[in-house]
């Protein structure tokens, strides 16, 4: 499971254009989006910014991203969110609002009725703007995302915020991440029945904080992605996890990474898997699972039916330990996706590319990135063109083309698929230095 998507909105065509110069004055173009981020455009262009809300009638989405408004400028913009009734997507990322700031936020979202999408990460809120924006949730029934990752709540204000979402039955999506919610937080969140995405990555609550998250998870019927990224759960919490894994019917993306999960832990999970049949997407990258890990995932493999993306690189595996997923693979109708990159395999690996004759699944594969994998997927390149399912060989990282003598060997192999099944040429990618990931689309040689 990659990170977690928190509806960022991007620059389209449809974009409310602002220009600024050093009166502060502004022009704006009809349109529903207005993003102006990363345009420092002070407290000043912040009562320019309200102004404008409370004139215009088509804008949808507000894109103000570390605009160093503060919370001077969010008591601008707050009045205006009360009053303006079309906006659904507001970003105020980075823009250090403070408790004060979210005070004014939390009292404009009591009256606003059309906001679904509030961004507040990365903006100094302490357990008191926690408790306001709680307070905001109790009353509020139309927002359903909202982001508040890297802020200062605490165990007070994951307190307040796991009160209000008992009763709020409209919130489906929260990121919490790096908020030192300690060991109660992630499972008092849990006890909320409509959260279906819950990221509470970076909070460093240990086995203990593990063990209470999974007791919530047996029973949370409604959590469908759990992002648990960098909490030094290690492999006792792990347990836990996967204990609660077997009971669990909802969950489909669950992130591990950097927990320190180790051999056993991996064991665990991967057993738990034979037994779960609702999980998809699963990230174990950087827990040192090593041989013994890898080769129970191989066994696991064989049996799951439901997990279609696999994510274990940085995990010191070796030719021994992918032996096993290897043949599983050759046999496995599910897994897409698999990345096995920045692990220990030599050009004497030849299980990596074998599995590809038989394998009719797998979409994308990352191997990793030095000059031994490139070699060895170079002598195992006729595997890999019997594979009519492959659309994307990455190479994560690749240092082999700053040198400029060779070819990626992906792209070889992709190219004459893509030559023969469209017609179109490769253009090669020799330029890139240090990345090398090549697309392209192949045709299931069923439906030429």
Same mark, same amino acid.
């Given at each position: 499971?990659?990170? !977690?998507?928190?509806h960022?909105?991007?620059?389209?065509?449809?974009?409310?254009?602002?220009?600024?110069?050093?009166?502060?004055?502004?022009?704006?173009?009809?349109?529903?989006?207005?993003?102006?981020?990363?345009?420092?455009?002070?407290?000043?262009?912040?009562?320019?910014?309200?102004?404008?809300?409370?004139?215009?009638?088509?804008?949808?989405?507000?894109?103000?991203?570390?605009?160093?408004?503060?919370?001077?400028?969010?008591?601008?913009?707050?009045?205006?969110?009360?009053?303006?009734?079309?906006?659904?997507?507001?970003?105020?990322n980075?823009?250090?609002?403070?408790?004060?700031?979210?005070?004014?936020?939390?009292?404009?979202?009591?009256?606003n009725?059309?906001l679904? #999408?509030?961004?507040?990460?990365?903006?100094?809120?302490?357990?008191?703007?926690?408790?306001?924006?709680?307070?905001?949730?109790?009353?509020?029934?139309?927002?359903?995302?909202?982001?508040?990752?890297?802020?200062?709540?605490?165990?007070?204000?994951? /307190?307040?915020?796991? !009160?209000?979402?008992?009763?709020?039955?409209?919130?489906?999506?929260?990121?919490?991440?790096?908020?030192?919610?300690?060991?109660?937080?992630?499972?008092?969140?849990?006890?909320?029945?409509?959260?279906?995405?819950?990221?509470?990555?970076?909070?460093?609550?240990?086995?203990?904080?593990?063990?209470?998250?999974?007791?919530?998870?047996?029973?949370?019927?409604?959590?469908?992605?759990?992002?648990?990224?960098?909490?030094?759960?290690?492999?006792?919490?792990s347990?836990?996890?996967?204990?609660?894994?077997?009971?669990?019917?909802?969950?489909?993306a669950?992130?591990?990474? !950097?927990?320190?999960?180790?051999?056993?832990?991996?064991?665990?999970i991967?057993?738990?898997?034979?037994r779960?049949?609702?999980?998809?997407?699963l990230?174990?990258?950087?827990?040192?699972?090593?041989?013994?890990?890898?080769?129970?995932?191989?066994?696991v493999?064989?049996?799951?039916?439901?997990?279609?993306?696999l994510?274990?690189?940085?995990?010191?595996?070796? /030719?021994?330990?992918?032996?096993?997923?290897?043949?599983?693979?050759?046999?496995?109708?599910t897994?897409? #996706?698999?990345?096995?990159?920045?692990?220990?395999?030599?050009d004497?690996?030849?299980?990596?590319?074998?599995?590809?004759? /038989?394998?009719?699944?797998?979409?994308?594969?990352?191997?990793?990135?030095?000059?031994?994998?490139?070699?060895?997927l170079?002598?195992?390149?006729?595997?890999?063109?019997?594979?009519?399912?492959?659309? /994307?060989?990455? !190479?994560?990282?690749?240092?082999?083309?700053?040198?400029?003598?060779?070819?990626?060997?992906?792209?070889?192999?992709?190219?004459n698929?893509?030559?023969?099944?469209?017609?179109?040429?490769?253009?090669?990618?020799?330029?890139?230095?240090?990345?090398?990931?090549?697309?392209?689309?192949?045709?299931?040689? #069923?439906?030429r």
């Amino acid at each position: 499971m990659k990170h !977690f998507q928190f509806h960022n909105i991007k620059k389209s065509e449809d974009v409310f254009f602002w220009e600024s110069n050093n009166n502060q004055k502004s022009k704006a173009i009809r349109s529903s989006t207005l993003d102006i981020s990363s345009k420092k455009i002070g407290v000043d262009g912040a009562k320019n910014i309200s102004s404008l809300l409370k004139k215009n009638q088509t804008i949808t989405a507000l894109e103000l991203y570390n605009i160093l408004i503060n919370r001077d400028g969010v008591v601008e913009n707050s009045s205006a969110l009360e009053e303006f009734q079309t906006l659904t997507s507001l970003n105020l990322n980075s823009n250090d609002v403070g408790d004060d700031g979210a005070d004014k936020i939390a009292s404009a979202l009591i009256e606003n009725q059309t906001l679904t #999408t509030l961004e507040l990460a990365c903006n100094r809120i302490h357990s008191n703007g926690a408790g306001k924006i709680a307070s905001a949730l109790l009353a509020n029934q139309t927002l359903t995302d909202l982001n508040i990752a890297n802020n200062r709540f605490g165990d007070t204000g994951v /307190e307040k915020l796991a !009160f209000a979402l008992i009763k709020n039955q409209t919130l489906t999506l929260l990121n919490i991440a790096n908020n030192k919610i300690g060991v109660d937080g992630g499972a008092a969140l849990l006890a909320n029945q409509t959260l279906t995405v819950l990221n509470i990555a970076g909070n460093n609550f240990g086995f203990v904080g593990a063990e209470k998250i999974a007791s919530a998870l047996i029973k949370n019927q409604t959590l469908t992605a759990l992002d648990l990224n960098n909490n030094n759960i290690g492999s006792a919490g792990s347990e836990k996890i996967a204990a609660a894994l077997i009971e669990n019917k909802t969950l489909t993306a669950l992130n591990m990474a !950097f927990n320190d999960v180790g051999p056993v832990g991996a064991e665990k999970i991967a057993y738990a898997l034979l037994r779960n049949q609702s999980l998809t997407s699963l990230d174990l990258s950087y827990n040192f699972i090593q041989n013994d890990g890898a080769k129970k995932f191989g066994i696991v493999l064989k049996e799951n039916h439901t997990l279609t993306s696999l994510d274990l690189c940085y995990n010191n595996i070796s /030719e021994e330990g992918f032996e096993t997923i290897a043949s599983a693979l050759e046999g496995n109708k599910t897994l897409q #996706t698999l990345n096995i990159s920045k692990n220990m395999f030599d050009d004497e690996a030849v299980s990596i590319c074998s599995f590809f004759s /038989e394998n009719t699944t797998l979409t994308k594969f990352d191997v990793g990135c030095s000059t031994p994998y490139y070699r060895l997927l170079t002598r195992n390149r006729k595997s890999l063109c019997h594979t009519c399912t492959l659309e /994307e060989v990455s !190479f994560s990282d690749c240092f082999i083309l700053s040198r400029g003598n060779m070819e990626i060997m992906a792209a070889e192999v992709l190219k004459n698929k893509l030559e023969e099944l469209t017609g179109e040429k490769y253009l090669g990618s020799r330029r890139r230095k240090y990345r090398a990931v090549v697309h392209a689309l192949v045709i299931e040689s #069923t439906k030429r």
